[in-house]
């Protein structure tokens, strides 16, 4: 995304701070860096944000900023400040932009995954333990009634949804194969056993998302990082799945579910090749002379509904319905070319 501002005939910026911006001269050190940092907060708190420098205050002007302090403070600094005084942790950027030859620095924040992030101590009249901050339109400032209870509401509704789906899983998987890792205590249960986790670990583990910051990167905090899938753990194959819970559609419900007609339903099966995916679909047997039904799972509805949102279902449909008039075309012809050798 370009970097760039709209100004009036007096070059005065037409964009006036607000929940998830604001304008600052130079950035600073010392006690103005945790202003920044409470300001990044509350915005983490609301929705997300980004503190300018280099615009003059009031009237706000673009300048560009007269000192190099941004790009020479070590982005670690930033980090070890934010963790010492807030939790849990939010995920912040810095960068440096040009504009019309004048540099501008960028402090942004994403919105908080778990909220509230709160202050955890005191730090003159600045900070206080305790505070949540949150930004208002156009000031960072502890947290109000109405906006921390639809936080907490949110939460709650987080929490309620994560519930549902650890429960769909261990319905999926059965709660024989479901092993649980318990990192406050530094357990993993196995069955009726336990296998307990050296506490110097346990200090040291901690889940990561592509994109925060790790040791390496200067974070300042070791990291235990978790790629992929974890192996070994439970054997797997002999893992029972109950195929009615894990594909509940037949080709007839995903119709109704989508709905297409039976033809437009059989192209979009063939055109997203659903039946070699194993985690889409299933082939049920009922007895040796049978064909078997189809069944799919239910991720199938949000896969071809996306679809057809992003390129539109009549564009989606019609790609579907070409490759699979094509697949049935040559098919034919094939077929006539075996029976001629016959």
């Known amino acids: 995304m370009a970097f760039s501002f709209e100004t009036d005939s007096k070059g005065y910026i037409k964009k006036r701070e607000s929940f998830n911006l604001e304008y600052k001269q130079n950035f600073q050190l010392g006690d103005n860096l945790l202003k920044y940092i409470k300001t990044l907060v509350g915005m983490a708190n609301n929705k997300g944000g980004q503190i300018v420098f280099g615009i003059k205050d009031s009237p706000h002007i673009l300048l560009g900023m007269s000192n190099n302090k941004l790009s020479e403070t070590d ?3 930033i980090d070890i400040k934010v963790r010492e005084y807030f939790s849990p942790d939010i995920r912040w950027q ?7 030859g004048k540099k501008f620095g960028v402090l942004s924040v994403e919105e908080a995954e778990e909220k509230p992030v709160v202050c955890k101590k005191n730090k003159d009249d600045i900070l206080r333990e305790g505070a949540i901050y949150y930004r208002y339109r156009g000031e960072t400032k502890e947290i109000e ?3 921390l209870k639809k936080i907490l509401d949110k939460e709650r509704e987080k929490e309620r949804i994560l519930w549902i789906k650890h429960i769909e899983k261990i319905a999926m998987v059965g709660p024989q194969n479901i092993h649980l890792l318990d990192r406050y205590n530094g357990e993993i249960t196995y069955g009726d056993s336990k296998i307990l986790l ?3 670990l346990i200090d040291q583990l901690k889940f990561i998302k592509e994109g925060h910051f790790t040791e390496k ?6 990291t235990l990082k978790l790629v992929g899938t974890i192996d ?3 054997d797997v194959d002999n893992a029972i799945i109950d195929q009615n819970v894990a594909y509940p559609l037949t080709t007839g419900l995903l119709q109704k579910e989508l709905g297409l007609n039976q033809y437009e339903m059989q192209a979009v099966i063939y055109s997203l090749d659903l039946k070699s995916k194993p985690k889409r679909h299933t082939l049920i047997m009922q007895g040796e002379k049978s064909n078997g039904i189809h069944k799919y799972s239910k991720s199938v509805v949000s896969v071809v509904q996306k679809l057809m949102e992003q390129r539109g279902k009549e564009a989606f449909l019609n790609e579907c319905t070409e490759k699979y008039k094509k697949y049935i075309r040559e098919t034919k012809e094939k077929n006539q070319r075996m029976r001629k050798r016959k």
């Open 75 to 77: 982005p670690k600094v």
């Open 94 to 100: 810095s960068a440096i932009q040009e504009f019309e």
């Open 145 to 147: 009634y109405p906006e």
């Open 198 to 200: 050296d506490k110097s």
């Open 217 to 222: 990167e200067g974070e300042g905090l070791p």
């Open 232 to 234: 070994g753990l439970v």
